[in-house]
């Protein structure tokens, strides 16, 4: 498998740029002729200058995704706002409320629900990668069904089995560790999870859910270990890590 | 376009006004969700889905391209359902679609060579704005034209180790895309109009 080296991306974006010397050029197209391999990396290459070319279209993306996660925020806090209901509810929560004001109870309460909230502030399933190949392709798309659906005790025993037979398909140890965690399972999660070693392609998701999975069992020290490592990492979880990191600070 | 309202929101799309994007994902995103939900998909899917579908409208209307017959919203939702459609055609779970009622077969054809030209752009273009922030402005400099000498300079870098972190970044860029199941099949079509 041919290696991705600096040398070799500042080859090719002297080739794509038209930056090499007539000789050097001929030389390369014929090494793109001969190796599938490179070939499909300079298509890559090419593909991405294309589509970071376009400021506009970045900029114009940016925002849609973020007024994307406005809304989604939004509707989240409207769905679990308190349900004023009936007079008789509304007695009961002023009733409440005038008791946390008066009593050493009131500390306890804030400092649960903070723990309580950073968690379920952001944590989201881990969707559905997409379509599974390979063997055993009927059992995977009805574990990924049931998942889907957020039938996870259901799909707790059965990924134990898949597992067993596909230690290498880490994305299912993520719908494992998921489907603990919905099911208040955290410390199992926390096992699972913690076996994902860097270099691993899920590596920085299965340490996004590490985290959660620690604010789930409060335990806010390694929580916070967690999302430093995951800053420190800058990738795609980074701004959420820095999120958790600014709450349980 | 029918009305000064239409005319307005697509003006405000095309000058990326925040507010008119905003109003206009709230009154239409629970129409696609539904269609979404109701053909095996989940709610994340919306969200992917309406929004590419929205940045390939407001690429048409920044290429002056989008002769609209239609309301916005409608043609929004035409995009979304073909991409979503699209994408359970990969998976195999259907095998064609019909086109909406409001709109011509013309518009519906030029809908699904619109979403398979841009497909490719905009998986590099999610995993781009996943990045780290100093990524994203780096190789953001990289590809606007920068000589790297200049990039080191304003990121406060030095040459050696903006290469470096370049190179990485880009790396990590390209490792993403290949991870997402989307990039295996448009790989596949790619080989299979090769093989034409």
């Known amino acids: ?249 | 376009m029918k009305n000064k309202q239409e005319s307005n929101i697509v003006k405000g799309f095309l000058a990326g006004k925040e507010e008119v994007i905003s109003l206009f994902y709230e009154h239409n995103f629970q129409k696609i969700k539904v269609f979404i939900e109701k053909n095996s998909g989940t709610e994340t899917d919306a969200e992917d889905v309406f929004q590419e579908a929205i940045i390939v409208t407001y690429q048409k209307l920044r290429a002056g391209t989008l002769q609209l017959e239609c309301s916005l919203g409608t043609y929004v939702f035409a995009v979304s359902r073909n991409i979503w459609m699209n994408t359970l055609r990969k998976r195999n779970r259907v095998r064609s679609w019909e086109k909406l009622p409001e709109i011509s077969i013309a518009l519906h054809n030029t809908i699904l060579e619109d979403i398979h030209t841009l497909e490719r752009l905009a998986l590099y273009q999610k995993y781009f704005l996943k990045l780290g922030e100093n990524c994203q402005r780096l190789l953001g400099f990289f590809f606007s034209g920068k000589r790297m000498s200049e990039i080191a300079n304003i990121m406060g870098y030095s040459e050696g180790y903006s290469r470096k972190k370049k190179f990485e970044c880009k790396k990590r860029l390209i490792e993403m895309v290949e991870q997402d199941p989307l990039y295996e099949e448009l790989r596949y079509e790619s080989f299979k109009e090769g093989e034409r």
């Open chain 1, 1 to 249: 498998m041919m290696e991705r080296t600096a040398e070799l991306f500042e080859l090719i974006e002297a080739y794509l740029s038209g930056g090499m010397g007539e000789t050097e050029r001929a030389a390369f197209e014929l090494r793109i002729r001969e190796s599938k391999e490179l070939e499909m990396e300079v298509e890559k290459h090419r593909i991405l200058s294309e589509a970071l070319k376009d400021d506009a279209a970045l900029a114009f993306r940016k925002k849609v995704s973020t007024i994307a996660g406005d809304f989604k925020a939004k509707q989240k806090s409207t769905v679990n706002s308190p349900n004023i209901g009936t007079p008789k509810n509304h007695f009961l929560k002023v009733a409440a409320g005038v008791l946390v004001l008066f009593g050493l109870g009131v500390v306890l309460w804030w400092q649960i629900n903070t723990r309580a909230s950073t968690y379920d502030r952001y944590y989201e399933p881990y969707a559905i990668e997409g379509v599974m190949r390979g063997a055993d392709a009927d059992a995977l798309a009805v574990v990924a069904k049931n998942y889907a659906k957020g039938k996870y005790v259901e799909v707790i025993p059965q990924l134990v089995n898949l597992i067993e037979q596909h230690p290498e398909k880490t994305e299912l140890q993520l719908y494992l560790a998921n489907s603990y965690l919905q099911t208040d399972q955290a410390l199992s999660a926390i096992t699972l999870l913690k076996r994902i070693e860097v270099g691993n392609p899920r590596f920085e998701a299965a340490r996004w859910y590490l985290a959660l999975s620690y604010l789930k069992a409060d335990d806010k020290a390694a929580a916070k270990t967690v999302v430093e490592e995951l800053i420190a990492y800058d990738g795609i979880y980074r701004s959420q890590a820095e999120g958790v990191l600014g709450e349980l600070q």
